[in-house]
Antibody
């Protein structure tokens, strides 16, 4: 059974940092592109970042580029999102998602971890 | 880049069919066949129901179908059931090598 389990969310002050982790199991993690998608309270989905299978190619939404860094450890089957210079508008549930074979569609989603940026 | 355009809400009675539109540009929906639809029930994680415009993942009911014409994609749900009441999001690959979602459509089953 495919499982994606996020951790690392919490309350952080504006300007602060957090590192999200996503533990993957039930599939060959090293073969799949992975992404982070977020959803602000009561709002829609927003794509945040993606990483290819070996971590050599990454991409970011304009609103997070230069502040967030996506990475992965295939030996540990874990995806990461380092978030720096956090802003109130980054407050959201962050989902770790698996991409279905170069389709830009996300076939498995974690349950999400809530990040709240507030003083 | 602006979100893809979806109606804020649609509604239908059990057994009826409804269609949700998703309008983008030639840089996203119109330029690629990487359009997806995702269903989200309140308080739950999203679930993929359509990928690559019209393909259903294993286990998704054939009452869900997708299509695309020019810059507009559509999701049709036939034989509407109470359990279909949820939020629906379209998504597309873009020429900026990113993914963009629509604003979401709330489906109410009357």
């Amino acid at each position: 059974e495919v499982q994606l389990v996020e951790s690392g969310g919490g309350l952080v002050q504006p300007g602060g940092s957090l590192r999200l982790s996503c533990a993957a199991s039930g599939f060959p993690f090293e073969n799949y592109w992975m992404h982070w998608v977020r959803q602000a309270p009561g709002k829609g989905l927003m794509w945040v970042s993606r990483i290819n299978t070996d971590g050599s190619n990454t991409g970011y939404a304009d609103s997070v580029r230069g502040r967030f860094t996506i990475s992965r450890d295939n030996a540990k089957n874990t995806l990461y999102l380092q978030m720096n210079s956090l802003r109130a508008e980054d407050t959201a549930v962050y989902y770790c998602v698996r991409e279905w074979w170069a389709s830009s569609a996300f076939d498995y989603w974690g349950q999400g971890t809530l990040v709240t940026v507030s003083s | 880049q602006s979100a893809l355009t979806q109606p804020a809400s649609v509604s239908g009675s059990p057994g009826q069919s409804i269609t949700i539109s998703c309008t983008g540009t030639s840089s996203d929906v119109g330029g690629y066949d990487h359009v997806s639809w995702t269903q989200q029930h309140p308080g739950k994680a999203p679930k993929l129901i359509i990928f690559n415009v019209s393909n259903r993942p294993s286990g998704v009911s054939n009452r869900f179908s997708g299509s695309k014409s020019a810059n507009t994609a559509s999701l049709t749900i036939s034989g509407l059931q109470a359990e279909d009441e949820a939020d629906y999001y379209c998504g597309s690959y873009t020429s900026f090598n990113s993914v963009i979602f629509g604003g979401g459509t709330k489906l109410t089953v009357l």
